[in-house]
């Protein structure tokens, strides 16, 4: 903590000491103490007196009294840090497999991708072999199975039912990552400690959001161990256009409130993995109605050149192959609903489409004459129905994907404008 | 990627497309300069790594062919009917839109035709309102008399355009609904500050709640947007029961807004659930609609569910489920029966009515069949109502072979079949009025001052002696309904429900056509049995409620408003299915 007092200090001075008028009223803090890290919320009220609470329910404990020390000016020394043997305990489990490896989880994985491989896209679904060793996994997993591993299950399930070998690289590349980061010994670097926390669900390694202002403009259910196992809900910040994601289990409860929705978060954590990263509201107040000045905001946070697009798309999909499902709101300029293209102020096309396994292919593949897109949703029908009802379409957010090397829109969400109001409309 | 090493990429691809238990994997091997002892899980590594690194590098990197042509939504199948109805708003070259029809055929089609296409003639004759003069008497009459739940949300938006008394009443109805809803946006507001511990829709009273849904079109986007939270679970509070219940409220919404909602319950919600789900977007044009109802019913195995399913499928264009529902009529289970029965209503054709018209012989299946029958509208089918009416004992079940008829009939006038000879044939079906004794006609004039009296009464306040000289004109004149009726009305607009409750009994002992065939009466009838229902449901009283329910349901309803009649249905449905699950 001593660290942190001595850097915001030394930050304090580059930006050249304290402007008058400023008063503190309340901070959130995050302390890691007797191994456990909790947050601390230290409020000034109006009539002088302090209220402090920790998530650990104490208001006398380690927590409160390292954060009730910081903020009165007294630095705590390095050797005063309580727990720091048990902080670095390991994130790898003990082992418990019968041939003694470190990592059952690891096995389980590396198992699953070689009876893929060996069966290949276009048989692999249904294999016996194959199922056999998703079983395995869910067995080693227990309950409630992590988020990460459930959706890298479901995003296999869709490219073996789509035989796409391209995507199963991709789905099997991020389990190999995770399998090598589980096995190395000694002290992980932070990418794959957040690696190994993004598919295994540990609570470590959450960074806070404190007073943020959110807007709701996307929800969907998507595959996991079964269908629908995973909802996901696209919440764009209002002050800095980062698009994170909330995502549950359904056996979860998540934050409340309808699709779109204000949220104004006192509290949220935020997990810097895949994209859109992962957020958890904590303390929040939810709003149905969204007014014209938050929607403006909104739209002057959407990506407006779409030649930023696919660099953005490649380097998330770098970063963890399997788990990376980049979301984006665009600017529409123009739109061709005959052909579902919509355009930027360069002119620069972005394709939408609607069904990921069905897609045209580069010209000069065997297969484009028979390769037949159809709209097996309606979604994109909706898209062209809202732009001719209103009088603009203004953004359309949706999820990034690609097909024969072309990026593509998958669109949930569209915004448009009639009668001089902004409307929204869910696409699922 | 670098050309050098793209003719290898592409071969990895397809050894990952085939498997490397197909074809050996040393080629793979090779390419990927391994040795032939490298262990498997090494060369599984090495083959995903590669390509997933090379599909990586290049997405995104080729321009779209924007030359590239999208097919829409699938071409509709060519109408199975050739009459006008069938062609009526089919898009085919030899589809008709209902624009072109005239006044005559299209105030036909509101009366028989299928409910996209009475749906459409209603904007059209909305649309022409203003130009036609003398005749629009003649369609305000036509619409005022429709009471078609499935038309209620956009006739209440219809008549408030119209001048007259007709105009005037809705007008009047839609601004008291109107500043209901503004109470309920703020009760909506509280909720989500936390102010308020209670989901505000289902916390309000039946009849309330179902005005509301009913008219869900003109709800602003802030209601719509909580109720797509409580239906998908996301408000915290709202258990099951009252979702499905909310779901099965929106029946009739026909509200383009809740598809997103509708589909997420139908992909991932109980069958029942699903059910209710299906119910409510068959009855909304959406182009979402129908792939998602059939992904849904692909995948489904539950006779019951897979019948409702189809049936919404069929209301969309889509027959695919049609010979399925079919073979369904033949099994023992009268919920399966009960489910194809409802199937058919869109997806059968004349060729089904004369199996459909067995079922009214059943009568735990007759007004399941009744509604099939109406909708098919096949002409053969008359002689079946008929009879059946004259058997059944029950108002409400001749109330609606009546209405089947009447449909019937529309439509085989717009296929340009004879009607007059049908309806002189099937006049019998008709209520045949039983005549009261007769009152010695000194009694009957001092009832008739004493009812005057009565109401003068009442209506300076005086309610003891009122009431009192109205029972007195009732024992005077035995078969006489009137008094009874001012004793129920007002006890009803005192909110004293149990005992307009048992006034509206010995009305319906004395006269029950006075009370089924008066607009006012049987509005406060059904109203009074609704209210009175919800009171002892509260209470506990579970199997009362149902058996109140149960009884007015049996009288004929028809001048009832369709929000209360809607609720009244809904509520036994819900109570059913309690005392069902209580049982078992």
């Known amino acids: 903590m001593s660290g942190l007092h001595d850097a915001a200090r030394t930050r304090l001075q580059e930006l050249g000491g304290l402007e008058s008028g400023a008063e503190l009223t309340r901070a959130t803090l995050e302390i890691e103490a007797d191994g456990r890290i909790e947050l601390v919320t230290v409020t000034m009220r109006p009539d002088g007196t302090l209220l ?72 692999a679904l249904g294999a016996p072999a194959v199922k056999l060793a998703i079983q395995q996994l869910e067995t080693v997993l227990g309950k409630p199975q992590p988020r990460g591993v459930t959706r890298f299950i479901g995003r296999l399930y869709t490219v073996l039912a789509a035989q796409d070998p391209d995507g199963l690289a ?137 030649d930023q697009l696919a660099p953005a798309y490649r380097a998330a999909l770098k970063g963890d192959p ?84 072309v990026l593509w829109l998958e669109p949930f969400a569209v915004i448009a404008t009639k009668d001089g109001e902004t409307r929204f409309e869910r696409l699922r | 990627m670098s050309t050098r090493f793209e003719p290898k990429t592409e071969r990895l691809i397809e050894a990952l497309a085939i498997g490397l238990g197909a074809d050996g994997s040393e080629k793979v091997r090779s390419e990927l300069a391994l040795g032939a002892d490298a262990p498997d899980h090494d060369l599984a590594r090495s083959l995903v790594q590669i390509v997933s690194a090379c599909g990586v590098a290049e997405a995104g990197r080729v321009a779209p062919e924007v030359e590239i042509e999208v097919d829409g939504a699938e071409p509709e199948p060519a109408p199975a009917d050739g009459s006008l109805l069938g062609r009526l708003g089919s898009t085919g070259v030899d589809g008709i839109g209902v624009e072109q029809l005239d006044l005559e055929t299209c105030l036909g089609v509101m009366r028989g035709g299928a409910l996209r296409q009475r749906r459409a003639a209603l904007r059209v004759l909305v649309e022409r309102a203003p130009d036609l ?113 909310l779901v099965e409220s929106l029946r009739y919404s026909g509200d383009q807004r809740l598809v997103p909602s509708l589909v997420v319950l139908l992909e991932s919600g109980t069958s029942e659930i699903v059910m209710e789900a299906a119910r409510a977007v068959r009855r909304i044009e959406d182009p979402r609609v129908r792939p998602a109802l059939a992904r849904v019913f692909e995948r489904t195995v539950v006779d019951v569910a897979r019948a409702v399913l189809a049936g919404a499928l069929g209301a969309h264009g889509d027959r695919r489920g049609a010979d399925y529902v079919r073979k369904l009529l033949d099994r023992d289970e009268r919920e399966v029966k009960l489910a194809a029965l409802e199937a058919l209503e869109t997806l059968g054709g004349p060729e089904d009515a004369e199996r459909v018209a067995e079922f009214l012989s059943q009568p735990s299946l007759r007004g399941a069949a009744v509604q099939t029958l109406k909708r098919i509208g096949d002409g053969r089918t008359l002689a079946s109502l008929a009879e059946s009416a004259s058997e059944t004992k029950t108002s409400a079940m001749r109330g609606a072979i009546e209405e089947a008829r009447e449909s019937i009939l529309a439509r085989m006038d717009l296929r340009g079949e004879d009607v007059k000879e049908a309806r002189e044939a099937t006049q019998r079906m008709t209520l045949t009025e039983v005549r009261p004794p007769k009152t010695p006609t000194g009694a009957r004039i001092r009832a008739f001052r004493l009812l005057i009296w009565g109401q003068i009464l009442l209506a300076f306040g005086a309610v003891q002696a009122g009431i009192s ?116």
């Open chain 1, 52 to 123: 402090v609470s920790a998530t650990d329910g104490r208001d006398d404990g380690p927590h409160v009294r390292a954060a009730l020390s910081l903020l009165s000016g007294t630095v705590l020394r390095t050797s005063d840090r309580p727990g720091t043997e048990t902080a670095r305990e390991s994130l790898m489990p003990a082992p418990t497999s019968p041939s003694g490896s470190v990592s059952p989880v690891a096995d389980a994985l590396e198992e699953l991708m070689l009876a893929t491989v060996r069966h290949g896209a276009r048989k």
């Open chain 1, 170 to 306: 991709r789905v099997l590349d991020g389990a190999t990552r995770v399998v090598s980061a589980l096995r190395r010994s000694g002290e992980l670097p932070s990418e794959e400690k957040r690696r190994i926390e993004a598919w295994l669900g540990h609570e470590r390694g959450r960074t806070t959001l404190n007073d943020q202002e959110f807007i709701e403009i996307g929800r969907e259910w998507v595959a996991g161990f079964n269908r629908g196992a995973l909802q996901r809900r696209y919440l764009v910040c209002l002050h800095t256009g980062t698009m994170y994601r909330e995502e549950r289990l359904r056996s979860e409860q998540g934050s409340v409130g309808p699709c779109p929705r204000k949220i104004v978060a006192g509290l949220a954590e935020h997990h810097p993995w895949s994209s859109p990263s992962e957020m958890k509201l904590l303390q929040y107040a939810v709003t149905p109605t969204v007014d014209e000045a938050d929607w403006e905001r909104l739209v002057s946070m959407a990506v407006a050149d779409f």
């Open chain 1, 322 to 405: 399997a788990l990376a499902e980049p979301v984006a709101l665009v600017t529409v300029h123009d739109i061709d609903v005959d052909r579902m293209l919509v355009y930027d102020a360069h002119d620069a096309v972005l394709p939408l489409r609607d069904d990921p396994t069905r897609a045209p292919r580069r010209e000069g593949d065997a297969e484009t004459a028979d390769d037949k897109w159809a709209d097996h949703t309606g979604r994109l029908e909706r898209i062209r129905q809202v732009a001719l009802e209103s009088d603009g379409v203004r953004c359309i957010a949706g999820r990034l994907s690609d097909a024969g090397s």
């Open chain 2, 133 to 245: 003069g003398r005749k629009l008497r003649e369609v305000v009459e036509v619409l005022d008399t429709i009471r078609d739940v499935e038309l209620e949300p956009m006739l209440v938006q219809a008549r408030t355009e119209f001048p007259g008394a007709v105009g005037r009443r809705a007008r009047t109805t839609l601004q008291i609904w109107r500043s209901s809803l503004s109470d309920l946006e703020d009760h909506i507001a509280e909720f989500w500050d936390g102010e308020r511990a209670v989901e505000p829709i289902m916390d309000l009273p039946g009849e309330q709640r179902a005005q509301l849904l009913l008219r869900t079109r003109l709800l602003p986007d802030g209601v719509l947007r909580h109720i797509a939270a409580v239906i998908e679970g996301e408000d915290g509070v709202s258990e099951r029961e009252a979702r499905r219940a």
């Open chain 2, 469 to 584: 000289r109205l029972e007195r004109a009732a024992n005077l004149r035995p078969a006489w309904a009137p008094p009874w009726v001012a004793i129920a009305l007002s006890h009803a607009r005192k909110h004293a429900h149990a005992q307009a409750l048992a006034a509206f009994r010995r009305a319906i002992e004395s006269d029950r056509t006075v009370v089924e065939r008066n607009p006012l009466v049987v509005r406060a009838l059904a109203q009074t049995f609704l209210r009175r229902a919800e009171q002892v449901e509260r209470e506990g009283r579970r199997d009362i409620a149902r058996g109140l329910l149960g009884e007015v349901l049996d009288l004929d309803l028809r001048r009832a408003p369709s929000s209360v009649r809607f609720e009244l249905q809904r509520r036994r449905r819900a109570l059913q299915r309690a005392s069902a699950e209580r049982a078992a």
